[in-house]
């Protein structure tokens, strides 16, 4: 039986170590199927800090976790090997440091062959983990859920930044245009074409007022449709969800996602080649409940059960 998740038989849920689902932790992805890494950096963001204590705080709401999906049937912790890795070790004076430490630490992680699920962080952290990425698989697809579509060419004057990692990665050939959905998209922006460029570039734009009021299950239809058997990486931003689900976060929008339109979007996912995955942008300082850790806890859970290789033992309803 591959690694599970201690128990809360075993030992209290409140208590054990602080490993994501208080799954094993071991220091490198040797003999993993699936790593989950904490990118515990804040130094990228232009409003509200704190990301840099995400991880810990998603890994804490994280102990809550029971291994089987029953909405799903997903048996995730039966078909993968699967460990917390622990931190990559960012260099917290210095942003563009971190950004090469980050892609050394994830090129290690795809030499293992281990998937990396990843808990932010702030969003620039994306694109070194995009830079490994491509050079394993090439171009990939991306789903990019957020607010914000994230592709200022520069924020005061920097090219690296939260706000610009899906500009570098297309300027640099790491994603496939045509594979690429931003999903969630709102709020206010510098000029009225702010969404269309990377429209341009042949990304597929689903602004938030698109998902209003429906089930998020067609679009997912649509995405795996799109991108078929071709490698696909997730990118997932809590503040894609409305402040009233997750308020812990820098740059909070209103209107946005639903907890339950998060769910049916990723469930959705199910079959699609998904090499890695994040789950950033969590801020603890401003998640007094913790439901924006628990949310995004819960999130990288559901990413891990639509991985290639996890087996479903029932589905609700039967159907
Ligand atoms: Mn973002
Ligand atoms: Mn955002």
């Not at 515990?40 to 994280?62: H, L, N, Q, V, Y």
């Not at 297309?170 to 206010?188: K, M, N, Y």
Request: glycine share 12%; proline share 8%; hydrophobic share 40%.
């Amino acid at each position: 039986m591959p690694n599970q998740p201690l128990g809360g038989n075993d030992m209290p849920r409140f208590a054990g170590p602080n490993t994501f689902m208080r799954l094993p932790a071991q220091d490198t992805a040797e003999g993993l199927d699936v790593a989950f890494v904490g990118v515990p950096m804040d130094i990228g963001t232009s409003w509200r800090p704190g990301t840099r204590f995400g991880p810990k705080a998603i890994r804490a709401e994280s102990a809550m976790l029971r291994p089987y999906n029953m909405g799903t049937g997903a048996a995730p912790f039966d078909g993968l090997t699967c460990a917390d890795i622990g931190d990559v070790a960012v260099n917290t004076f210095d942003l563009k440091d971190s950004v090469v430490r980050i892609t050394r630490a994830y090129e290690a992680i795809l030499a293992h062959g281990a998937v990396p699920m990843t808990m932010g962080g702030d969003h620039t952290l994306t694109l070194p983990i995009l830079r490994a990425m491509a050079a394993k698989h090439g171009p990939v697809g991306l789903i990019h859920v957020d607010a914000h579509a994230d592709i200022n060419d520069t924020m005061f004057g920097e090219a690296i930044a939260h706000g610009t990692p899906f500009r570098r990665a297309h300027d640099e050939g790491l994603i496939a245009p045509d594979r690429v959905w931003q999903i969630g998209l709102r709020g206010t922006g510098y000029s009225a074409g702010d969404f269309d460029e990377a429209r341009g570039w042949g990304f597929t734009v689903v602004p938030a007022e698109e998902c209003w009021h429906r089930s998020l299950t067609p679009l997912a239809a649509r995405i795996r449709a799109g991108i078929g058997r071709s490698p696909v990486y997730v990118s997932y931003d809590i503040d894609s969800l409305d402040p009233a689900y997750a308020p812990g976060t820098g740059t909070p929008e209103i209107a946005g996602l639903t907890t339950p339109q998060a769910v049916e979007l990723i469930r959705g996912l199910r079959g699609l080649d998904i090499v890695g995955a994040d789950l950033v942008e969590v801020s603890p300082a401003y998640d007094p409940s913790g439901n924006t850790a628990l949310t995004g806890a819960n999130l990288l859970y559901e990413m891990l059960c639509v991985l290639p290789g996890v087996p479903y033992r029932s589905r609700p309803g039967g159907a």
